[in-house]
């Protein structure tokens, strides 16, 4: 049976896409410095799950607790890749609190409030707030008139995960409420979302490809 195409862009082509900017870090990995060395274990991260997460799909087993888990490890490299671009000290001690923190939160919540055979609603927005608010205090401080904005492979990478958290912050917080509803106008409302949300991944993994291919000899 011929598969929808929404679903081949969505479950084929977004994940797949995740080599991109895995070859292109691959190929400049000599060159990167300890927060684009995270930013690689990220895409590896995301690559491992991305291929798992289609292999439970596609023997009809849910695949949720696997997202209860990458959630948890993706703020742990994203707090350790802010940590290491981030020169304020403050934000330094407020990240190294929410590593602690954030993890708890998610293990109570799927062990109190959702299931984690759930969507988790309440971990992923805030994961993204926190992600975002780092994203914003790296561009504040980043105002170096010595480097070329366009010159600096952060920026780039930085711009991708903003772009991808802030938009996907809204799907985060009501995906559980379109999967829910059974009528077509919500079905089709899922489907969109995911669409959307599925754009804004391939948009971070163009970005971070295109930050990489900036890396050069120091």
Known sequence: MALPASLIYTGIIVPVSVLIPIGMAASKRKYADRSLEIIWYYLLLDCVVNVLAVVLANHKINNLPVLHVFTILEFVLMSYFYLSVLKEEAAGRIIKYLLILFPVFCIVNFLFFQSIYQFNTYARPVEALIIMGCSLAYFAQSNDAETRWSLNPINWINTGILLY???????????????NELSEKYHAINI???NIHATLLLIMYLLIAFGFSKCRKQ
């Open 165 to 179: 958290f802030s938009g996907a912050l809204f799907i985060f917080s009501f995906s559980n409420l379109t999967v």
């Open 192 to 194: 969109l979302m995911w």
